[in-house]
């Protein structure tokens, strides 16, 4: 497949939408049976993750399952560590609940870090964390993670719901940026 150009990058095809598709079945056939006799919330974190976790709930077959999208968002706080970064979009009750986080991609890992202290925070009885995408090399701190569909080289991708500058999450396709 010729590279596309997003905005002023060049990018290469780098994950073909049938390797996440067999990821994808993977990842939710271990969920299903993972979570078998519970009650799990999916919580779906936007923007990234819509595409990925509509493509594995839709594979979940458990009848008492039910899924949320929330959003981390960050707004100029007067801490002196600067960025905070809220949990929004959280109307179900946690507590007691086994809460399946669904993320499209770990990178440096502090966005799930903060995610899950902020689900832990209202009590669930149980987190688990799914990231379709992991950049080992990238992590700064070690994170939860319990299911892990592809781990990835530190190079900056687009496409399947990821972004580069707001274009590109629409491509069915991973790519990665050229050069
Ligand atoms: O491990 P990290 O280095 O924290 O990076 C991972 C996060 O980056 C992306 O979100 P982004 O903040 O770009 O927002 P978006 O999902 O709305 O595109 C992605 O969806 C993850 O949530
Ligand atoms: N689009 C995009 N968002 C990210 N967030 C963290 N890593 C990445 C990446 O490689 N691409």
Known sequence: MANITILDKEFELFIPYE???????????EMNAKLEGKNPLFLCILNGSFMFAAEI???ITLLDAEISFVKL????????TGDVKE????????EGRTVVVLEDI???????AKVIDQ????NPAEVQVATLLLKPDALQNEVQLDYVGLEIPNDFIVGYGLDY???????????????
Do not use: P, Q
Request: glycine share 10%; proline share 0%.
């Open 19 to 29: 390797k996440i598709r067999s990821v994808v079945e993977k990842m939710s056939d």
């Open 57 to 59: 709930y839709k594979r």
């Open 73 to 80: 968002a960050s707004y100029a706080g007067t801490s002196t």
């Open 87 to 94: 949990l929004i979009g959280l109307n179900e009750h946690l």
């Open 106 to 112: 770990v990178d440096t890992g502090i966005t799930i």
């Open 119 to 122: 689900i832990k925070s209202k």
């Open 165 to 179: 500058d707001g274009r590109g999450r629409n491509l069915i396709d991973i790519f990665k940026v050229v050069g």
